[in-house]
């Protein structure tokens, strides 16, 4: 449970830069470490074996000057391990000893068994190790002496091993006070390498969230790779700029363009058809009523046109990010029950059923004006593409920060040959040309969602009916006591 509560965070470069770093620094720490250690560990032998090489050629020269009394006398000058005294053993050339420096001394290391080994070679010195019941190790060399007998002067390694565990200990308070300290200083390097894309997040998120292509990210001049992203995103976005500018003129200039004329002629047809209502009746030609109503389809058709074109508008606006959204908390029950009253007296005269299924608590962040007519071009749809009889279904469910709205119905259905293209502009399909409509209802329902931060998707079967299935941010809400907190918290 640990591990999956630690999951999301592995997923954040920052947080995974800091490891690396904090990895590689003890990594190297240790290495360093046991390094130093086996190196200090050879030095501290060597040291031992030349101080005990040394000590042997004293012994072996006083005895050679003043024989076995030379010898105890040189031990005599120090006395007891813990004055650095040396092992000194002197046996006959039977091996038998003859002198034993502080025998109680040494007795872990029983050296009454070293009657029991081979005397070395004449002229050669052999070195040996006995070790003891608690690990530690006597060191000793041997070298045969002129009469015969032996000599055999040796260093017990507890100092070496006490030498090795005080480095042992330190090393490891060292780590101990390095794995803080690395991912302290793993969290700055980080935090200064990724300042700038910190800085480009957050630009990049204020730009989708407020449509602001104004904002820009600052530069730190350093002239590294990351800031020569920022110079490079920072013209992008100056580009971008002046082409969605370029496009909102031209858009204002093409509905100005379009709409005018398009007034000015229904104007003048439902001025002439007006003036033909308020005149006296009188006989008219076939010729004259065909112009007539020929007027009045004009007045129709221009209706229809100027539908189409604001409709147009409104979607490429959403899709440039340019419709102005005024974003609030919004309850969702209350806002497609709107949508649905609106519908209800169409949907009775068809013999449909609106089923609402929507909980009163939950509540979305979006622009009511938008969501209302996406859910608007959703209900009727589904109640102009379902039989009498049918029913329309509007639910909607609440999982952590996202809402699912759906809208589902029992009617004809969509082919799987029309399902890919229901979203572009203007298209019908086949089973919907029966009747009228414009053909953008369902790419103005994406462009609204989609501008909202939500997605859509559907899902239908020839004859089964049709599940549109919409998703929204869910809104925050102020409590009795004044803190804000997420209705998405409710479960």
């Not at 092992?87 to 109680?104: M, Y």
Request: net charge negative; hydrophobic share 40%; glycine share 8%.
């Amino acid at each position: 449970m640990f591990f999956v509560r630690l999951k999301p965070a592995f997923r954040r470069l920052s947080v995974r830069l800091t490891l690396w770093h904090s990895l590689l620094f003890m990594s190297s720490a240790l290495v360093l470490l046991v390094l130093t250690y086996f190196l200090l560990r050879n030095r501290a032998r060597a040291t031992e074996h030349y101080v005990i090489e040394s000590r042997t050629n004293q012994y072996v020269s006083e005895y050679n000057r003043a024989g076995l009394d030379g010898v105890r006398h040189l031990a005599t000058l120090r006395r007891g391990r813990a004055q650095q005294a040396f092992f000194v053993r002197v046996g006959d050339a039977q091996n038998r000893t003859v002198f034993l420096r502080h025998a109680e001394d040494w007795a872990e290391f029983r050296p009454e068994e070293l009657e029991d080994q081979p005397l070395p070679e004449p002229g050669a010195r052999t070195w040996k190790a006995r070790p003891s019941a608690d690990g530690t190790q006597l060191m000793y060399a041997s070298e045969r002496l002129p009469d015969g007998g032996v000599l055999q002067v040796g260093k017990s390694n507890e100092e070496l091993i006490e030498l090795l565990a005080d480095y042992r200990r330190s090393s490891l308070l060292v780590l101990l006070i390095f794995v803080p300290a690395s991912f302290a200083g793993g969290a700055f390097v980080t935090s200064r390498m990724l300042r700038p894309v910190q800085h480009l997040t957050r630009v990049t998120r204020e730009i989708v969230e407020t449509n602001r292509l104004d904002a820009r990210v600052p530069s730190a001049g350093s002239g590294d790779e990351l800031d020569a992203l920022v110079q490079i995103f920072n013209k992008m976005i100056g580009r971008i700029e002046a082409l969605v500018c370029g496009m909102r003129d031209s858009i204002d200039n093409v509905a100005h363009d379009l709409r005018t004329p398009l007034t000015r002629l229904r104007h003048k047809a439902q001025a002439i058809i007006e003036l033909d209502h308020q005149a006296a009746p009188e006989p008219r030609c076939a010729g004259y009523r065909a112009a007539v109503d020929a007027l009045a389809d004009c007045v129709e058709e221009a209706d229809r046109v100027s539908t189409i074109l604001d409709t147009l508008m409104d979607i490429a606006e959403a899709e440039a990010g340019l419709a102005k959204l005024e974003i609030a908390s919004l309850p969702l029950a209350a806002l497609i029950a709107d949508a649905a009253d609106a519908y209800d007296e169409f949907a009775q005269e068809r013999g449909i059923t609106i089923i609402r299924e929507i909980p009163d608590e939950i509540r979305v962040n979006g622009d009511s004006t938008g969501l209302f007519r996406a859910f608007a071009n959703l209900i009727d749809n589904a109640i102009k593409y379902t039989p009498r009889g049918g029913t329309v279904r509007l639910a909607a469910e609440q999982t952590g920060q996202v809402v699912e709205v759906q809208v589902e119905d029992t009617g004809i259905g969509i082919s799987p040959g029309d399902l890919p293209r229901i979203w572009e502009r203007l298209f019908r399909g086949d089973r919907s040309r029966s009747e009228r409509g414009l053909g953008l209802g369902l790419s103005f329902v994406r462009a609204i969602v989609e501008t909202h931060g939500g997605t859509v998707a559907v899902e239908s079967q020839p004859g089964a009916g049709t599940c549109v299935r919409l998703t929204l941010p869910a809104a925050t809400r102020v409590s009795a006591s004044g803190e804000r907190s997420l209705v998405d918290q409710r479960g």
